[in-house]
């Protein structure tokens, strides 16, 4: 099954999920959505007021700077997949509680494994937690980390912003470092596995002497 099935399965299970309370007051689940061949997953936090409203992340202001983040690069939102460590709307905008974010990680670790993205960009401390719970966003944001088999790339949410205008530079600053933070992270996992198909191919045999490396050997002789 290719990753645009997988995520479709996954989408599917999520639409009628009850594995936690936030089922009772949504309006839609938004399970993500984006390129299922791109090597970027950028996984933010949970789904607001329009999200819920929509069925599609990122579509409110925090979405629209998103964008912007994006287009500064070069990039749209089309060519990354998107999703959320939560998939229905917490009452109140409210931060994810732990149960919540626990009972959906499944959903993500399967989107996760279909993608199998180069990097994946944590919007947010939740979002961070995932893939280093021991980090502070204020110290390791802008700067690809590798967490288990993986490469992160930590920014703040753009939610963060909206509310303290100092950060939307720090933003922008993270956000054009990425596409180098691709790079090395593909040049890394290209070099891994090169080194993987290596370590199992068996050592080539020497050259067997030719009729030309006997006639230099005698002609050296006399």
């Not at 709307?89 to 919540?100: C, K």
């Not at 494994?113 to 937690?129: E, I, K, N, Q």
Request: with cysteine; proline share 9%.
């Amino acid at each position: 099954m290719g990753a645009e099935a997988l995520l479709s399965a996954v989408a599917d299970e999520v639409s009628g999920c009850t594995r936690c309370p936030l089922h009772v007051g949504r309006t839609q689940t938004v399970p993500g959505e984006g390129n299922p061949l791109s090597d970027v997953l950028m996984v933010g936090e949970g789904p607001g007021v329009r999200e819920d409203a929509t069925g599609r992340p990122f579509v409110g202001p925090a979405g629209q700077l998103l964008d912007e983040l994006l287009q500064s690069i070069g990039w749209a939102r089309e060519q990354v997949f998107i999703a959320n460590v939560v998939k229905c709307r917490p009452p109140g905008n409210r931060d994810p509680e732990p149960e919540e974010i626990s009972a959906c990680r499944p959903y993500l670790d399967r989107q996760e494994a279909a993608l199998d993205p180069a990097v994946t960009v944590t919007l947010g401390r939740h979002s961070l937690r995932r893939y280093l719970p021991d980090a502070r966003i204020g110290e390791v944001h802008g700067r690809l980390r590798r967490s288990g088999g993986r490469f992160v790339f930590p920014m703040y949410h753009p939610a963060a912003a909206l509310h303290q205008s100092s950060l939307r530079e720090t933003l922008f600053a993270d956000m054009r470092g990425l596409p180098a933070a691709l790079l090395a992270a593909r040049e890394a996992i290209a070099a891994e596995r090169t080194e993987s198909v290596q370590a199992i191919l068996p050592d080539p045999a020497p050259p067997a002497p030719t009729a030309e490396s006997d006639d230099a050997e005698q002609m050296t002789l006399f």
